[in-house]
């Protein structure tokens, strides 16, 4: 169902299934949306075209709406790439998404009105707009998560392995504030994690049976370390934007570089290592550079562009080997830190006084 230029349109107890987007409209109309089941809605022919500007391009979203006083509520909305993307929605309550999730608009994400009455799997989402100074641990109270201009966040010790389309997103946006991400696993997700902005310092994150695991969009003096992947089609992926952004990850990891402004003559510099030239990217939709190293060592990646004034990607990545998942041994780490040695030495003792026993025969 699309909608142009309306006022005052109501669509209740409609149920769409099976397609590429359920209910499409970003023309301002003042829709009011209710009791409506949208369910099977996916991407098409691609793989993880993850763009929040441009999800258009391969669908996959239950319901797409950029109202401007409109209502969306009491929704359920199952089994999609994308659940809801919405902004400009002055009233969004009570509405139930199931194995998938939901994107703001964050052009108009101010004036829209999410409250905790919103459910991915059973739990409110964890929407975090402008809290500053905030120390977040507890994934398992929250369904889904979306921290935005938050000055000096921290997230650390989080686990997601229900589907919600987006595990995490984070857009750090001002100058003055750090981000710190660590000790991060997310699972079974279309995307693990996006991350947009600057001062974000991550340790330790996985992403697990997803089909894309890192969009990192417009990163700036940032560094990355410990950056895992495990049976993810698209692993990391990264806009033309980023500068100054280091980023360590495992030999062999596929690196995708997308370029916003792709010019004839555009060439990606690595060094030590050749000049990469642009071509399309089938698994992202869009042209840019396949980047993969199978040895170990830092690599320095500058993008050359034919017009001096746009941006320059300048980019660190460091090839190192695969380090232990944080997910095995779980147990044993958690296991209290005496009984643990205590067990080892009361089995060399047992072992001792076997072979004492042994001997003595």
């Not at 829209?112 to 739990?123: E, M, P, R, S």
Request: glycine share 8%.
């Amino acid at each position: 169902m699309s909608f142009g230029f309306s006022s005052g349109d109501k669509i209740s107890n409609v149920e769409i299934s099976d397609c590429s987007i359920g209910i499409y409209s970003i023309w301002y109309s003042d829709l009011n949306i209710s009791n409506c089941y949208i369910h099977d809605c996916s991407w098409v022919s691609i793989i993880a075209k993850i763009n929040i500007n441009y999800f258009l391009d391969y669908g996959g979203i239950g319901l797409m709406v950029r109202s401007s006083g409109g209502i969306i509520e009491n929704c359920r909305i199952e089994d999609c790439s994308i659940g809801m993307m919405a902004g400009r929605v002055q009233v969004n309550h009570y509405n139930e998404f199931i194995n998938c999730g939901f994107v703001p608009d964050y052009l108009n994400m101010y004036i829209t009105d999410y409250d905790i009455t919103n459910t991915v799997n059973g739990k409110p989402i964890g929407i975090f707009w402008g809290v500053d100074n905030l120390v977040f641990s507890n994934a398992s109270l929250y369904g889904q998560l979306i921290f935005t201009a938050c000055d000096n966040l921290t997230l650390s010790n989080i686990h997601i392995s229900q589907p919600c389309s987006i595990a995490i997103q984070l857009l750090s946006l001002g100058n003055s504030q750090t981000t710190y991400l660590k000790n991060i696993i997310c699972e079974n997700q279309e995307l693990a994690l996006y991350i947009q902005g600057e001062n974000i310092i991550g340790e330790n994150l996985y992403a697990k049976n997803c089909k894309a695991g890192f969009s990192l969009n417009g990163i700036k003096n940032s560094k990355f370390t410990k950056v895992m992947t495990d049976n993810t089609d698209v692993p990391i992926y990264a806009t033309t934007t980023s500068n100054n952004f280091t980023i360590e990850i495992e030999q062999s990891t596929k690196f995708y570089l997308y370029d916003w402004f792709a010019w004839y003559g555009d060439v990606l510099e690595v060094e030590p290592g050749n000049d990469i030239s642009m071509s399309y990217i089938n698994e992202l939709g869009v042209p840019g550079y396949e980047i993969q190293f199978n040895n170990f060592g830092t690599y320095q990646l500058n993008l050359t562009l034919p017009l001096p004034y746009l941006s320059r990607a300048n980019i660190t990545i460091i090839s190192v080997p695969r380090y232990v998942r944080p997910d095995i041994f779980t147990e044993i780490r958690n296991f209290p830190f005496f009984w643990y040695w205590s067990i080892i030495i009361i089995g060399l003792l047992v072992l001792i006084e076997y072979c004492r026993r042994f001997y003595q025969k």
